[in-house]
């Protein structure tokens, strides 16, 4: 899929993650939440934090590694690695945090790999969930 980098796309992306996993067999409702969380979480850093503002494109692909759920987001945006970015002091009271920066933590959080590669032209962010039984 290759949407505009807009957040008024956000909905259609998480559609065609559970349409594309439910075409491919794997319905665990869990599982396909998690991963809806963290693609959600990449992609409005892609088009707020690596677009910003201006007009870009992201592709995703939706491929499945035995029973692994692998969803890969790519963009022309200057290069950032978000695995390179320390995790959060989540245990400092609201107060004392600053404000955002917990997209990156959630995209851990709720998947079981985070891949970073820079491409030619850009980005490439892999979220990995395991065990995500298809259903036969």
């Known amino acids: 899929m290759r949407i505009d980098a807009d957040l008024k796309n956000l909905a259609t992306i ?22 809806l969380v963290a693609i959600n979480e990449a992609a409005t850093n892609i088009i707020v934090h690596g677009y910003r ?4 494109v992201i592709d995703i692909k939706v491929t499945y590694d035995r029973d ?3 969803v890969s987001l790519q ?6 690695d978000p695995t390179s ?4 002091d989540v245990s400092l009271p609201l107060a004392q945090r600053p404000f955002g920066g917990l997209g990156i933590h959630l995209m851990r959080q709720f998947t079981d790999g985070v891949i970073y590669r820079p491409t030619a032209d850009g980005n490439e ?5 395991k065990n995500v039984q298809p259903v036969y």
């Open 125 to 129: 962010l892999i979220l990995i969930k």
């Open 85 to 88: 970015v320390p995790a959060p």
């Open 68 to 70: 692994n759920l692998v």
């Open 53 to 56: 503002g201006q007009p870009g």
């Open 14 to 35: 998480r559609r065609f993650i559970v349409e594309s996993a439910a075409q491919s067999g794997f319905s665990n409702p869990e599982a396909i939440a998690d991963m």
């Open 75 to 80: 963009d022309r945006s200057p290069l950032f």
